[in-house]
């Protein structure tokens, strides 16, 4: 299912609670694949989940105004749940950035910097518990 030409659902789990989160892809993995385990991981929650494509002929600002527009569609009003792994951290940066310009909100921006898989499920939980706080406030 897709949301946009530049946007796919990973995980959405019928009337969500919760404002979207939207994640942008790193550099070495595609947009789907890039987050599959930490979806798994939220089983629990009705907290949909949006991973923005990347496009490799584009520069990270390039990058970054073509994804702010693809979550306009999909969600008008901010506040905006952010994130990105690696390269996708630095692209969800950027994105905050753009929205910010065009006057929108953003929530949060949640960013992952590469974990050994020993603190693989230590970082996960704690931008967890991070999102619900920020989610109970929005």
Known sequence: MRATEH???????????????????PGVANA??????????????????????KDNDLNIAQLARQNASDIV????EGPYLLGGHSYGGAVA???????ESWGREIGAVLVRLSCTDAYMHAC???????????????
């Open 73 to 76: 569609k999909v969600q008008p």
């Open 32 to 53: 789907q694949s890039a987050y599959f385990s930490f979806s798994q991981f939220l089983q629990w929650s009705d907290q949909p989940i949006y991973v923005l494509d």
């Open 7 to 25: 946007l796919e659902v990973v995980c959405h789990r019928g009337a969500a609670t919760q404002r979207p989160l939207f994640l942008a892809a």
């Open 93 to 99: 940066m950027e994105v905050a950035m753009v929205l």
């Open 124 to 138: 996960m939980w704690a931008c967890m518990l991070m999102m619900n706080v920020i989610c109970s406030r929005l």
